[in-house]
């Protein structure tokens, strides 16, 4: 830590959230192997302070503990708390494990709310405190943690999937707005009818936003690279469980995009680690 610290010319520091479990914690470790100064954030401070102790433990040591104000919503009733049991996916197919996680997954109004929270608003403001120190790197990266759930494809209504596609006439009040609709449609009971995703709706359509707002920053900011990964579908709390890459995989698909040379793509989506499409 000292090292890095008073050498800050060529020291690389790297701020990660929800970085207590996951593939948030496996980002850290993968970070710090690589000789970058970690900054795990958490929303709970025993839980991060953890999982600090755990990388130390596994001789680690150029961590930071901090605590992200920000990220103080909640998932809520979205995901339901279920069994974690491995075994009972086994022989079960990429598609039969996702149906399982539908068919699993309450998607209530309370939780929408808090998914756009969490995945849109809670990603936004991180980053809006960030960027100043971001701005004075010589090298800034963000890599916004997305989903394949995230792309177009699954926005049935033309005119809005165009709307987030068309970057440069694209505005975040813009996107508040499409969200405050989102939400009204999802409390009416009307996403199928209006042309929204169903089936991981609010998920869908927080991380398609957060998306194109990746997308409005790399163009407001050029000297930056801001990117989108998808880590893959792993086995994480977040998916109960039922993925099909271990949580270092998938970090490893993230890990890559933020360590890409100097000088790399900006406003790009990376699926499992190459380039894609945001369509
Ligand atoms: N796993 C997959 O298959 C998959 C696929 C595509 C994208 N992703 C994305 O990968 C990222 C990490 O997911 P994961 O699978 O590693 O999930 P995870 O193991 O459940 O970890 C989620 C992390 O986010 C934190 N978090 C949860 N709700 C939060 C909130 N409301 N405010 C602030 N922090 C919150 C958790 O903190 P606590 O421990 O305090 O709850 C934890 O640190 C997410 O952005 C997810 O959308 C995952």
Redesign the pocket.
């Known amino acids: 830590m000292e090292g890095a610290i008073s050498s800050p010319s060529n020291a690389r520091i790297a701020v990660v959230?929800?970085?207590?479990?996951?593939?948030?914690?496996e980002v850290c470790r993968q970070l710090a192997s690589d000789g970058v100064t970690v900054v795990l954030t958490?929303?709970?401070e025993t839980?991060g302070t953890a999982a600090v102790e755990k990388l130390k433990g596994l001789g680690l040591s150029d961590f930071f503990a901090s605590l992200?104000e920000q990220?103080?919503?909640?998932?809520g009733e979205y995901l339901q708390e279920l069994d974690t049991n491995e075994e009972k996916f086994s022989g079960l197919d990429y598609h039969q494990r996702l149906e399982w996680m539908v068919k699993n997954v309450n998607e209530t109004v309370d939780g929408a709310k808090?998914c756009v929270?969490?995945?849109y608003y809670?990603t936004k403001h991180v980053i809006e405190a960030l960027l100043p120190l971001l701005q004075s790197s010589s090298d800034g990266r963000l890599v916004n943690?997305?989903?394949?759930?995230g792309l177009l494809t699954f926005i049935n209504n033309e005119e809005v999937r165009q709307e987030l596609n068309d970057i440069d006439s694209l505005t975040e009040k813009r996107l508040d707005e499409l969200l405050d609709k989102f939400l009204k449609d999802f409390e009416a009971g009307a996403l199928e009818a209006r042309g929204w995703s169903t089936g991981f709706a609010a998920?869908k359509m927080a991380?398609a936003a957060m998306n194109a707002y990746s997308r409005i920053l790399a163009n407001r900011y050029p000297e930056l690279r801001v990117n989108c990964a998808?880590?893959?579908?792993?086995?994480?709390?977040?998916?109960m469980s039922s993925?099909v890459?271990t949580?270092e995989e998938?970090a490893r698909n993230v890990v890559k995009v933020t360590l890409l040379p100097e000088g790399g793509p900006t406003g790009v989506y990376f699926a499992k680690g190459e380039e894609a499409s945001f369509l």
């Open positions: 959230t929800g970085g207590n479990k996951g593939i948030g914690f958490a929303r709970d839980r992200c990220c103080r919503s909640w998932w808090e929270q969490t995945n809670g943690v997305s989903s394949a759930y998920y991380k998808h880590p893959g579908y792993a086995k994480t709390d977040m998916t993925g890459l949580p998938g």
